[in-house]
C-alpha cells in the first residue's frame, strides 16, 4: 500500500494549524493557566504570561501548516520509496 502524499501532507498540515489556533486560544483566554502549562508539561521556565499578536499568529499558523505538511510529504515519499510491493 503506498501513501497518497498530497493528501497526507494537507490533512496533517490543517491539523497542526488547529492544534496551534486551540492553543492560540488558551493563551489568550487563559494566560496565567498557559503558563502553568508550560512549566509543567514541557519543563519550560516561563516568568510571564506570553503575549500575542495577529501578525504573530498567522506567522505561527502559516510556520506549523507548512511544517507539518512538508514533514508528512517527506514521510509518505520515504515510506513509499521503501515499501514493498
Do not use: D
Not at 9 to 20: D, I, N, P, R
Not at 37 to 62: I, N, Y
Amino acid at each position: 500500500m503506498k501513501l497518497e502524499a498530497r493528501s497526507l501532507a494537507l490533512a496533517s498540515g490543517t491539523v497542526a494549524a488547529t492544534l496551534f489556533a486551540l492553543c492560540s486560544l488558551f493563551v489568550v483566554l487563559a494566560p496565567e493557566a498557559a503558563v502553568w502549562a508550560t512549566r509543567e508539561l514541557f519543563h519550560v521556565a516561563v516568568a510571564s504570561p506570553p503575549t500575542l499578536t495577529g501578525v504573530g499568529f498567522v506567522a505561527g499558523l502559516v510556520f506549523w501548516f507548512v511544517g507539518a505538511a512538508a514533514s508528512a510529504a517527506a514521510l509518505a515519499g520515504l515510506y513509499n520509496r521503501w515499501v514493498k510491493q
